[in-house]
């Protein structure tokens, strides 16, 4: 009689810890830095991009998910998808309004 | 009894320590599902009113001090780091180097809110907080030369940029306080020996919501200190 | 009439010694318990009491509107009956009902464990029901809320003075509890299962359950957002839903049916549970297409999130995002179809037997079409246009969820009511109670279907004498519905002293839930259980029945 399925408990140590805190940072003073620069319409498309690398990097190592199972990144990609689903079908309608009746 | 297999704090309801750790990692990643949505609320009336008054949503980042965006910015990522350190200190059992984690997260968290004080009490000062007492006439004849005059009525559109600011910094801070009352919870439980047995499931869920917390944060920054800063001369 | 009702003799049957119900004694061990089974009986009591101050106030509303003048109630109590109405009946009532007490006694047995994942969160949703309850209960008390459970701006933010953030408070707090009780039942499901329980042996009964969980999980927050926008505009008044500050009102309609439309799908998802469970146990056959109706109920909650616009449809969204939104409607009927094929098939060439909890599902499966169907109408925009915002409106959503949902809810409350209480409860009582719901649902709300499709607007106290006689049926027709709702108060708890002893299975059901005494050990097992056959096997419990032990202790 075996226990339920488990995933091996992987311990993290200090050395990718600190590599992804300098990635970070150095990530924010590029943020910083590039909001300076007039891009147009990339300013907030980079912006945008840059923070969601930071984002990834703390979810995949400071919060595990890298080492984690199958489930919990599916877990994690849902939360995100139905967040995008709010965001980009009621932009939809709202992007959609300036163009006239059909 | 209790043995390697079955120690104290194994829950009747679980079979083995494998299955409640991982279970309570679970349950607190699917609260911080629901904190995604309940953050994406706002995010996306942030979205609607910046893509409807983008030159008052601009006037109004620029009043905020990039300076101490980004030091915020920096001491909650490291905070994020000394959380991180923490629960690598419990996994291996380091009682002194799980409370020098805890402590200077606490130290970190409270350094974000002194910062985050001061800014709102700028806004204050500066007449920027929506309501009886904005001033319009800042957005409308503004001081520095590089800031572009506002139309009236998108000076006053830059109320909603500014209730925006206060609304999603101000959950997040709510969320940094309660999560600041907890380490300190934490920190207390981990004097007394705990966390450093076996038993790290309530460091490691606690880094996931502090690290979360971390996140919105990493978002709210560009999208409400970096509208289209002045260019470099 | 054949039964398949076997019970032990009532000559010398007894309730097990111990069971969860007297292993431990007070109002404390009660009030502070973990035990799953314990707390769906908090629920079970709760939900029942708000059912009836919802109903009463239905009752108010179908008095008033017995005669075309707005003659028994002023338009603005009129207004705050309906919403209280609203209010209680969805976020007090349905939100919670199977999943909170069916769900929460069953589930944890159906996968083989001793308890949810996580019992201390578990009594956490019952409190934070309770103190929803408490903010709601004032703001009525207070004078009541009058802008209609959807809260809509800015009426709800500029235009009345009523108890709004009282009453969004309290929907706030109950939110959580939802939330709470989702999460608990993912992570169960998930991670709790027994040696052997693979995905595909579990009950249907789970991965409805599942699937409203996911709904629960990451809808709700959605609206408990807006709930705090609509709270600050009316404290503060920043302007985020105020036209005249910039702000748009849409953008709560947006916010607000985001979470509401899949709420439906959060209701009604752990009905159809229930229908898969009755309808294979009094079929004695196993439902038909496991895995269409399994992935049916996770393509409902996946698709459920696409679909919200089609409650604002004349509300000013674009046509482009309206076309888009009323083809995914038509998209989401779809899984709901599926199954009720699945049901029918199941039925086909079953032995079939019509015990109460049957006559639910049979009630379920007649009105819920009609209901879905009548969707569908709606979801088509040339349609929508015209009856929209009319009593066709009102008509539909009573059909799914009253003749829907509450009927699956009755049915879940019969069938599983042997084991939570270890009693049977008086047959022909029960039926006589299915057989009035049934006819007094249809003598409700059919007319409104029809008075709708003539034009009589929703939400108005006053109408056109025309549509008298339709209403009167209807209001007739609610006095049947409300009896057939009071019986089951009476004979259920007369079962809980003079029931007949149900034993461990007396409906003959596969299921983990049915090889335990009635009522459970709080433990549930003794020894956690091994899986080695599929869902609603009847070959193995015939094999097994040979070898049963009736009671334990």
Redesign the interface.
């Given at each position: 009689m075996s226990a339920p399925t488990e995933h091996e408990h992987h311990v993290v140590g200090p050395k990718v810890y600190l590599l992804i805190l300098l990635a970070l940072l150095v990530l924010t003073a590029t943020t910083t830095g590039v909001a300076y620069i007039d891009m147009g319409i990339f300013n907030p498309i980079i912006a945008l991009a840059i923070g969601c690398l930071k984002a990834v990097l703390v979810i995949l190592f400071f919060m595990h998910i890298r080492y984690s199972s199958r489930v919990m990144m599916l877990t994690v990609g849902a939360g995100f998808f139905t967040f995008l689903v709010l965001i980009t079908m009621t932009l939809s309608d709202y992007i959609s309004r300036n163009w006239g009746l059909w | 009894m209790h043995d390697e297999a079955h120690p104290a704090y194994l829950r009747?309801?679980?079979?083995?320590v494998?299955?409640q750790?991982?279970?309570a990692?679970?349950?607190m990643?699917?609260?911080?599902?629901?904190?995604?949505?309940?953050?994406?609320?706002?995010?996306?009336?942030y979205?609607?009113?910046r893509?409807?008054?983008y030159d008052a949503f601009v006037a109004g980042s620029n009043t905020l001090s990039?300076g101490l965006g980004?030091t915020n910015?920096?001491v909650l990522?490291?905070s994020?780091?000394t959380?991180?350190?923490g629960?690598?200190s419990a996994?291996?059992r380091n009682r002194k180097g799980l409370l020098i984690s805890l402590s200077l997260t606490i130290c970190l968290g409270l350094v974000f809110l002194g910062i985050k004080t001061v800014e709102y009490h700028n806004k204050y000062v500066e007449h920027h907080i929506?309501?009886a007492d904005f001033s319009v006439e800042d957005f409308v004849h503004p001081a520095d030369k590089r800031d572009v005059p506002l139309a009236p009525?998108m000076a006053?559109?830059a109320?909603?940029y500014f209730?925006?600011y206060f609304?999603m910094t101000g959950m997040h801070a709510l969320h940094m306080i309660i999560g600041i009352s907890i380490l300190f919870i934490l920190l207390y439980q981990a004097w007394h020996g705990a966390y450093v047995n076996g038993h790290t499931s309530t460091i490691d869920n606690f880094?996931?919501y502090w690290?979360?917390v971390?996140?919105v944060w990493?978002?709210l920054?560009?999208?409400l200190y970096?509208?289209?800063?002045?260019?470099?001369k | 009439m054949s039964t398949i009702v076997t019970l032990p003799n009532q000559q010398d049957a007894q309730l097990p010694k111990l069971s969860y119900l007297n292993s431990e004694y007070g109002i404390k061990s009660w009030l502070l318990t973990g035990d799953h089974k314990r707390i769906a009986m908090l629920y079970l009591f709760s939900i029942t009491f708000f059912f009836f101050i919802g109903g009463a106030f239905a009752g108010l509303i179908r008095l008033e509107l017995l005669t075309p003048l707005p003659d028994l109630v002023a338009s603005d109590t009129y207004n705050k009956l309906f919403t209280m109405h609203g209010v209680i009946m969805i976020f007090l009532f349905l939100v919670p009902s199977v999943p909170a007490t069916v769900g929460n006694f069953v589930i944890p047995i159906m996968v083989g464990a001793k308890d949810l994942a996580f019992p201390k969160i578990n009594l956490l949703s019952w409190y934070l029901y309770i103190a929803g309850a408490c903010f709601l209960v004032a703001a009525l008390l207070n004078g009541g809320v009058d802008t209609g459970w959807t809260f809509t701006t800015p009426l709800s933010t500029h235009y009345v003075n009523t108890h709004v953030i009282t009453a969004a408070m309290g929907v706030f707090i109950a939110g959580f509890s939802s939330i709470f009780t989702g999460l608990n039942f993912i992570v169960t499901i998930h991670r709790m299962r027994c040696p052997g329980m693979t995905w595909f042996r579990l009950p249907l009964f789970c991965w409805s359950n599942y699937a409203a969980s996911i709904l629960m999980v990451l809808g709700t927050p959605v609206l408990a957002i807006t709930l705090v926008l609509v709270m600050l505009e009316r404290t503060v008044g920043i302007g985020v839903f105020d036209p005249t500050k910039g702000g748009d009102p849409l953008l709560f309609q947006h916010l607000f049916w985001f979470y509401s439309h899949p709420a439906v799908y959060i209701m009604i998802l752990p009905g159809m549970g229930v229908i898969s469970e009755v309808i294979s146990t009094f079929s004695r056959k196993r439902v038909f297409g496991y895995t269409a109706v399994a992935f049916s109920s996770v393509a409902i909650a996946v698709f459920g999130f696409f679909v919200w616009a089609h409650h604002m449809f004349i509300m000013g969204v674009s046509n482009y995002s309206a076309l888009v939104f009323s083809l995914l409607t038509m998209l989401v009927a779809v899984p709901s179809a599926i199954k009720i094929f699945n049901w029918a098939a199941t039925l086909y060439k079953g032995s079939l037997t019509f015990e109460t909890p049957m006559l639910y599902a049979f009630g379920f499966m007649g009105l819920f079409t009609i209901g879905g169907l009548t969707g569908v109408f709606l979801g088509s925009l040339g349609m929508d246009i015209h009856l929209t915002e009319t009593y066709f409106i009102v008509a539909h959503f009573h059909f799914v969820m009253v003749g829907g949902m509450l009927m699956a809810y009755l049915a879940g409350v019969h069938f599983w009511w042997p084991k939570m209480t270890g009693r049977m409860y008086p047959e022909s009582m029960s039926q006589l109670s299915a057989v009035t719901t049934f006819i007094g649902f249809i003598l409700t709300f059919f007319p409104q279907f029809i008075v709708g499709y003539l034009g009589m607007p929703r939400r108005y106290h006053a109408y056109p004498p025309e549509f008298q006689v339709l209403n009167v049926l209807s209001t007739a027709g609610a006095t049947v519905l409300g009896i057939g709702y009071v019986l089951p108060m009476l004979y259920m708890p007369w079962s809980l002293k003079y029931g007949k002893i149900a034993g461990s299975n007396p409906w003959q059901a596969t299921g983990l839930e049915w090889q335990i005494q009635s009522p459970p050990l709080t433990e549930n097992f003794i020894d956690i259980p091994i899986m080695d056959h599929e869902a609603y096997d009847y070959d193995w419990l015939e094999h097994n029945t040979a070898h049963e032990v009736t009671a334990v202790g």
């Open positions: - | 009747h309801h679980f079979v083995t494998g299955q750790r991982e279970t990692s679970f349950g990643w699917l609260f911080l599902l629901t904190e995604i949505m309940f953050f994406g609320g706002l995010f996306m009336a979205l609607l009113y893509n409807w008054y990039i980004t910015t920096a990522i490291l994020s780091f959380m991180a350190m629960v690598y996994e291996i929506p309501g009525d006053q559109h109320q909603l209730f925006l609304a880094g996931l690290h979360f971390d996140i990493i978002f920054f560009p999208l970096l509208i289209s800063r002045h260019p470099l | -």
